[in-house]
């Protein structure tokens, strides 16, 4: 798991010229690789701050929390291909320095990015930092594992998640970097207020 320090770091050295691909990185903390990668123009709800995931983990429909920033982020990552329906298209082989030939293939692709891509990126990035093995998948641990620190609900990471059972989520709880020092400060907090 990486802390959110290394997450900072590798999403800075995730944005190699010509077009930035940290808007997949923010969305792999979010939803897997697959459903980041299948994402079409029709999924981003920027009005409403949600982002559709289709089929998810157990055939599911399931809708994300999507922060102004991250649709901004989604907005110019689309601004810079515009295909007509894929949010991550496929740019294949060829020429990728010059962004105008980038981005004409991008606008033609028939498919989304494929995964290997997306996990090469990150592994690139990661050799890059001299980060620990790290994965595309180990994104996702890191940011459950984040919210759960924050002080998010368990029952809200799994629904982020798209977990079917709570067993599947609670895992975090043995991952997490919070110490006895941490529920010492947390305790120390809520006695405060108390009446003497």
Not at 8 to 25: I, K, R, T
Not at 48 to 65: A, F, T
Not at 94 to 112: C, F, I, Q, V, Y
Request: hydrophobic residues 40%; aromatic residues 4%; glycine residues 4%.
């Amino acid at each position: 798991m990486l802390t959110r320090q290394q997450v900072h770091d590798l999403f800075d050295a995730y944005s190699p010229a010509p077009v930035s691909h940290s808007a997949q990185a923010h969305l792999l903390l979010r939803a897997a690789l697959s459903e980041c990668l299948g994402l079409t123009i029709h999924d981003i709800k920027g009005q409403e701050n949600k982002l559709l995931i289709r089929h998810s983990k157990g055939h599911q429909d399931r809708l994300l929390p999507l922060p102004t920033s991250m649709y901004e982020e989604l907005r110019r990552y689309w601004a810079f291909h515009r295909h007509p329906l894929l949010l991550f298209p496929n740019a294949g082989r060829g020429d990728n320095t010059s962004p105008e030939s980038l981005a004409k293939r991008m606008h033609s692709a028939t498919g989304p990015m494929p995964c290997s891509s997306l996990q090469r990126l990150v592994i690139v990035a990661r050799k890059q930092l001299n980060l620990p093995a790290a994965s595309v998948h180990s994104l996702r641990h890191s940011f459950a594992t984040h919210l759960l620190e924050a002080g998010a609900h368990l029952h809200t990471i799994q629904k982020l998640l798209g977990h079917k059972q709570i067993t599947s989520t609670m895992v975090y709880l043995h991952l997490t970097h919070q110490t006895p020092k941490d529920a010492l400060q947390l305790m120390d907090q809520l006695c405060r207020g108390l009446p003497r």
